[in-house]
């Protein structure tokens, strides 16, 4: 068992389904802390089944209990760990896979919330890397460039202070994901970005 930041995950035996619990936060008042991981969990829920619908890789989900969502075990390596052991080709081979399905939730207009590398999992199947996307409870289903900008921003953050010596495939990953975004969005995504960045510059003088 892990414990991550706001829930307890669990593997079952067979190593088939994994069980994400959000537990109780004391500083919250019981009622609302109730109603926040209930609404979290739901969200997770439709999310992860919306991105199915979409032919977005990611595992079968199903409401445990009103706190519990339950999925299907994804026998694979998180995108960190992948990443660190991989050499350039490798790398940019799974991130051109992670930016053409982020563009694809974002064309959808699904915006994941939390995307760092240790929410995608990366699985073989029949012989290829496919990067599974988990961890949606800060998601939310949105035609605002700011969010979907935002995803990209905070993906590319991550990894540049993770991989610093990286740079040139997190460019890669961001030119693929705004190839495979729908035309006027590309450019309005785009500038948004820039904006961000022109905001973190600011606030860090
Ligand atoms: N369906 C799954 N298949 C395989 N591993 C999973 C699955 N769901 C969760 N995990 C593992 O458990 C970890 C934590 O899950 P998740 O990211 O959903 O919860 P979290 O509470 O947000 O945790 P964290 O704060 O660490 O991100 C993942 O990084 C992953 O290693
Ligand atoms: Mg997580």
Same mark, same amino acid.
């Given at each position: 068992m892990k414990i991550g930041a706001e829930a307890d995950i669990i593997i079952s035996e067979d190593r088939k389904f994994v069980f994400k619990r959000r537990i109780r936060k004391s500083y919250r008042d019981l009622k609302l802390d109730e109603q926040i991981r209930k609404l979290r969990t739901k969200k997770e829920v439709n999310l992860l089944e919306l991105c199915r619908e979409y032919k977005i890789p990611v595992p079968r989900v199903w409401l445990e209990d009103k706190f519990t969502l339950k999925s299907e075990f994804i026998d694979g390596e998180n995108l960190d760990d992948f990443i660190r052991e991989g050499n350039e080709d490798k790398i940019k081979r799974i991130l051109g896979k992670c930016a053409f399905f982020i563009a694809k939730m974002h064309n959808n207009n699904v915006v994941h919330g939390d995307l760092t590398a240790s929410n995608i999992i990366v699985y073989i199947e029949d012989k290829e890397e496919v990067p599974y996307f988990i961890d949606f409870g800060f998601g939310q289903k949105t035609y605002r460039v700011e969010e979907k900008a935002m995803d990209i921003h905070n993906f590319v953050k991550s990894f540049n202070a993770t991989f610093p010596l990286l740079g040139e495939c997190s460019c890669f990953f961001e030119g693929k994901y705004l190839e495979?975004? $729908?035309?006027? $969005?590309?450019?309005?995504?785009?500038?948004?970005?820039d904006k961000i960045r022109g905001r973190g510059r600011y606030l860090k003088k």
């Open positions: 495979n975004l $729908e035309s006027d $969005e590309a450019k309005k995504i785009r500038n948004r970005l």
